[in-house]
C-alpha cells in the first residue's frame, strides 16, 4: 500500500514557512505519510536542513507567490497562479496528493478548492466545519461539538442546511467514532416554528431525512453544555458565534493577565483554576484539533489555524491521513446520494414503482 | 407636575406576583412614580397588604387571564383580550401611563405592543436591545455595551439596520450619558465588502449617515471588548449571540459549582478570583440592568427578565421613568426625522432646491 500524501501550503499562517516545515517532519516522524511542502524553495530547504526527517518522507514543490491575509481571495487566486495556495490546490486536483492543508487566508483556500477540486456529486455547497470544547453533558470520549457551516458561505439555504447536517454527521461518525451522532439545528428558539421560514423549512426536513439523528433545535445558551454532536448553522451566524465563543475564552484568559500584573490572590485563584477555565480557554487552542475541515469536495482539505504552530500542522496533518484513510469524502458521498434518492422517492413516489 | 406613570404587567416572569409587587413597592418608595400593577386583583392585593408603600403610589387594574411561555403569541394576544399584558398594553395605548413593563413572554409583549402602540413616526421596525458587560477597552465609566436587535424581528434589511444604530444610539446617548456612541455592525470580518450584499449595503449606509459616529464592522471575538457601545445587527444573529454569550457565563458559573463539589484548590480559586469572572457571570444578571428596552414605540415598553427578581423589577421602573423624563422617544423620533430628511436630499436634490 502506497503511504498516504498530503501537500501542504508552506507559506500560509503567522509563523511560516518555519511553524510548517517543522509539523511536517513532526508528522512524518510519526506516521508512514509522504508530504509535499509547497512554497519558497530555498526558505523552506533551509528550514528542512536544520531537522532530521525519514527519508524521501518530505519533497519540496517551489512556488514562487503567495497570498497574504489582506488580500481579496477572489482576485488573489486568479492573478497569483503560482502563488503556494493554488499551486497547492493544482497538486491535490491532479491526484498527485489525496490531501491538502493550509494555515493560509481561509477565504483564499476556500476559493481555490472551489476553483480545482471538484465537489462531491449532490453537494450543493461546501461547508467549514469547526470543532469547540463543551462540558460533555452526554458524557461522550470525546467533549468536543462539531459546527458547521462556520463560514464558507454568507447564507444557504434550508435544503443545504440539511446537506451540511450529513456532512458534518459523516464526519464526527467517521472521523471522531461517535455513532449516530446527535444532529442539532442552532435557532433562536427551541420550538419548531421559530427562526423564521428558511429555518421552519429546514427543521421539517431535518425530522424527516432517514439517517440524520436529529434532536431539534438548539439555542446559543446551551452550544457550550455539549449535548449534541453536530451543529448546523448559516455561515454568517456559525462564524460569529466561534468567533464570540473565542472572544469570552479571550476575556478569561486577560482577566488572568490582568490578575497576574495586579492582584496577588487572583494570581493563586487562577492558577489553582486551571484546569477548570481549560474547556473555555481551548476554544482558541486550535493546536489541540488539527484544523477545520473543508467539506463537500471530492478530495479532503484542511484549514489550519493562522497562528497554527508545528503541533498543530502535524496534527492537521494525522488528521488528514485519517479522513483518506477512512474514506470520508466516499461517506459523505454515500449520504448524500442515499439523500438525494430518499428526496426522489418522497416527491417522485411513481417512479419508484415502475423500478 | 404630574408623576410618572408606569403600567406593570403584574402575572409576567417565573416569580409572578410576588416577585413583580414587591419591585413595585420598592420602586415606589425610591421615587416619585405612580404604578398600576395588572393582574389577578386578589393575588396582588393579598401581597401588597403584606408591604408598606407610600399612599396612592399603587393601584391595581385587575385583568381575568395571563399568558404563559409556551403561548403562540399571536394566538394568545388576539385570543385572550383581558390578559395582564393585552391590558397593559391598552391602558398605556390609551395614555393612562407612560411606560410599560413586562417580564413576560418577550414574543407576546412585541406582539401587544405592535398591535396597540403606535411606532414612531419613519420607524420601519422595532428592536429589542440588550445591554451586556465588556471589559470596557474605552474606559468609559459605562462598562456596558448595547445590541440590537435581539430578537423582535428574525431578519431586515440594510435601511432598518441603519435605523436600529439611530434608535441604540438615541437610547445610549440619553439614557446612560454616553457621549457620540460609538456605532459597530456585527459582522463575519472588519472589511467593509464581508459580510453579503446585505451588510455591505449597510456598511456603505452606515458610513454616510449623518449623525452616526460610525467605526466600522465588530467581529464576535471583540463583542466582550468593550470597544463599542451599540452594536447593530439582525434578530436572529443578535439573538443567538446573547445567548451564546450567556451560555459562556453559565459554563464559568457551571465550572465553579463542580469546583465547590470537588477540588478544595478550585473552590478556594473561585472565591478568590469571584471579583475578576464577575464580568463573564454578570450577562446573566439582568437584575442590574432593568430590562431590555423595546425601542421604536411612541411609548416606553421594557422587557424585564423572566426570571426577575424584585430589584429587577424596580430597576426595571427606574430606566422606564428616566426614558419618559428624557423624552427617549421624542429623541429617537427626531433622529429618524433627520435621517429620513437626509435620504430625501440625496435622492430628491431638486425637490430641496425648489423648497
Redesign the interface.
Known sequence: MNPITVVVDGMGGDNAPRAIVRGAVKAAKANPVKIIIVGNEEAIQAELSRMKHPEGAIVVHAASQSITMDE?PQEAISAKSDSSIVQAAQILSAGKADAMISAGSTGSVVMAAAKYIPRIYGVRRTAIATVYPT?NELRRDDYLSLMLDV?AN??CSSEELVQFALMGAAYVAEIRNVEEPRVAL?N?GEEE?K??EKMKVAYQMLKRTPGINFIGNI???????GISDVIVTE???G??????????????S???K??FKTKL??K??????S???Q??KEVTDYSEYGGAPLLGFEKIVIIAHGRSNPKAISNAIKVACKCVRDDLAGHISNSIKNYEMDIAREFYPLTRESD
Chains 1, 2 share one sequence.
Open positions: 481579496n462540558l463560514g454568507v447564507h442552532l433562536i416554528t427562526g423564521g439555542e446559543g445558551k446551551d452550544l457550550m453544555r455561515g454568517f451566524v462564524n460569529t458565534v466561534i468567533k464570540t465563543l473565542e472572544g469570552a475564552a479571550k476575556t478569561v486577560h482577566l488572568g490582568v490578575a490572590s487572583w493563586i485563584g487562577l492558577m489553582m483554576l484546569k477548570g477555565l474547556a473555555l
